[in-house]
């Protein structure tokens, strides 16, 4: 590496003006597809960074063993950090992992399936990483059940933990090998074990 060096910063949030329509949003996501963005509902363009090394390990574990579960009886569909959101209150967020159920996919024309999912997927699962703060992990979790996930799990390597956002009940934490999922993943159990393992060589 050349030393010396310095370095341009990149901004992470952006105001474009006028805002971006959801079409417009979308058009530059695909201009720009290497570049993780998302929106906050005040029209923020957020640009989120690239994920390190095991962080990636982590969520590439995850969604294999949704997609595991998934197999199992074939109803709704997985989806993995790619998948782009439009949410009722403007915003438009991407999940590390996620699972539209069966009752949603119905509400989906065949147009709609190639573009940006119109609302907030059944489940959600975010997997920390070491350039974001727990609180917000935490922040972004509770937006996405504002917007109308049942259930969604902040998974936090540091701590080992799982921080458990269900509608219509209080914030938990749970600590220990697995995790199991309730409606409207009923059946699917995290090996926790597994996720650890992507954080040591």
């Known amino acids: 590496m050349r030393t010396g060096l310095t370095l341009p910063t990149i901004p992470t949030k952006l105001i474009i003006t006028p805002l971006l329509s959801d079409d ?4 530059l996501c695909a201009a720009n597809s290497d570049v993780p963005l998302e929106r906050s509902k005040d029209g923020e363009i957020v640009v989120n960074l690239l994920a390190e090394f095991d962080t990636s390990a982590g969520n590439a574990e995850i969604t294999y063993q949704l997609r595991a579960w998934w197999k199992t009886h074939r109803r709704g ?6 998948l782009g959101t439009f949410l009722p209150d403007g915003s438009s967020l991407n999940p590390d992992a996620a699972y539209v159920s069966e009752e949603q996919l119905t509400r989906l024309s065949p147009e709609e399936t190639q573009r940006f999912l ?5 489940f959600v699962i975010e997997l920390r990483s070491k350039t974001d703060s727990v609180r917000e992990g935490r922040d972004k979790m509770g937006a996405w059940r504002r917007n109308g996930v049942e259930l969604g799990w902040l998974v936090d390597p540091d701590s080992r933990s799982v921080f458990i956002f269900e509608a219509g009940k209080e914030m938990r934490q749970e600590t220990g090998r697995q995790i199991a999922g309730s409606r409207p993943v009923s059946g699917f159990v995290l090996d926790l074990d597994e996720v650890w393992s992507c954080y040591s060589v």
């Open 118 to 122: 119109p609302f907030a997927p059944a």
């Open 24 to 27: 417009e949003f979308e058009q």
């Open 77 to 82: 569909r997985v989806t993995g950090s790619s």
